[in-house]
């Protein structure tokens, strides 16, 4: 290997980059930058390179990206991004091997390889061995999921669009907002009401409902106040929504191997989550209680997760389920 690793995990909000001295390697070189100051991810990627490490020549790259990677293009959801090519940026950054994933399936990758200090139990059993399929449920500046697969020795990430599903609601007060969110937005999608804006829409929903003024929060300044009436309601309420979407997910994916959280923000109240019904709400499935019950849920706090699935990609195959090509690009023949 001529070269170290490109690895990175580009969000609406912030693109972090590492590089990773081959599979069994760690992250190093660690920097994020604001998404919002570049005009693209080739440009993101240059800017890393050129300020955290200048004269390094990667041998290959796993960028994973939060928006759909699919038909030979990649979009970012959540900033204001053109749609673009895995070639274009390979092409820019001048790196042999290149590989654009969705940011979830970099982080389900990431499941098998995170150790149980990685892992908070929220609610259920803990986490047990490997085996059977998984999900990753992420609130963050959007709301992601994914799945992942045991085939033969290895695994196979299962992307989605599964934040754009329905708001689960189930109580009074929930369908309440949801009300006011589909009156608002046109749409009950679970995204909406599961991310950093999301949060900050619940709270200003439920003043709405009660008629009282209050002035706008954020994410960030809710989950800093849990002991006022309004942002604690505000937070069990986002906790019990994604108890039943994780629920959700776990029927549909048949994910027996464990429901794991991610995203930007569950860190930041992951004592109101352990106290919420997070966990009642995801077993509250009549009549399949029985099967969610053995289901594992957990909250992942290692520090880069979707960087190590990344790094994972790059150790296998370049070539995706069944033989189908992965989005990846290698160079063309010398002359082309």
């Known amino acids: ?40 991810l080739a440009d993101a990627a240059a800017a890393y ?40 940026v390979r092409a820019r950054l001048g790196i042999p091997r290149l590989e654009i994933l969705n940011d979830f399936e970099a982080l389900a990758l990431s499941l098998p390889r995170l150790r149980p200090a990685d892992l908070v139990p929220i609610g259920g ?4 061995a490997l085996g059977a399929p998984m999900a990753v449920v992420g609130p963050g500046t959007g709301l992601g999921v994914a799945g992942l697969v045991p085939v033969g020795g290895g695994w196979v990430p299962v992307p989605g669009e599964g934040g ?31 991310s950093g804006d999301g949060l900050a829409r619940i709270h200003r929903y439920l003043a709405e409902i ?46 027996r191997g464990g429901v ?29 209680e029985d099967y969610l019950r053995p289901i594992p849920t957990a909250l992942i706090v290692h520090p880069g997760p979707a960087l190590a699935g990344a790094t994972a990609r790059l150790a296998q195959s370049p070539r995706g389920a069944e033989g189908r090509p992965a989005q990846t690009v290698t160079p063309a023949p010398a002359g082309s």
């Open 210 to 255: 009660d008629d009282v003024e209050s002035g706008p929060l954020g994410a960030a300044e809710i989950c800093a106040r849990p002991g006022d009436p309004r942002c604690r309601e505000a937070l069990h309420m986002f906790c019990a929504l994604l108890g039943s979407l994780a629920g959700n997910v776990a029927l549909t994916l048949g994910a």
């Open 1 to 40: 290997m001529s070269g170290p690793w490109l690895v990175a995990d580009v969000g609406g909000t912030n693109a972090r980059f590492a590089l990773v001295d081959g599979p069994g390697g760690e992250p190093f070189r660690v920097g994020s930058l604001p998404t919002r100051d570049h005009a693209g």
């Open 125 to 128: 059993p803990r986490p047990g």
């Open 260 to 288: 794991y959280l991610g995203g930007g923000i569950l860190p930041r109240m992951a004592d109101v989550l352990r106290e919420s019904t997070f966990r009642s709400r995801f077993e509250a499935k009549p009549p399949v």
């Open 49 to 88: 390179l050129e300020r955290h490490a200048p004269g390094v020549r990667p041998s290959a790259a796993c960028l994973a990206v939060a928006g759909p990677v699919a038909g030979g293009t990649f979009r970012l959801t959540n900033a204001d991004w053109p749609v673009d090519t895995p070639e274009a």
């Open 164 to 194: 754009q599903v329905d708001v689960p609601a189930a109580t009074g007060r929930e369908i309440e907002v949801m009300k006011l969110l589909r009156a608002e937005r046109g749409a009950a999608t679970a995204e909406y009401l599961l």
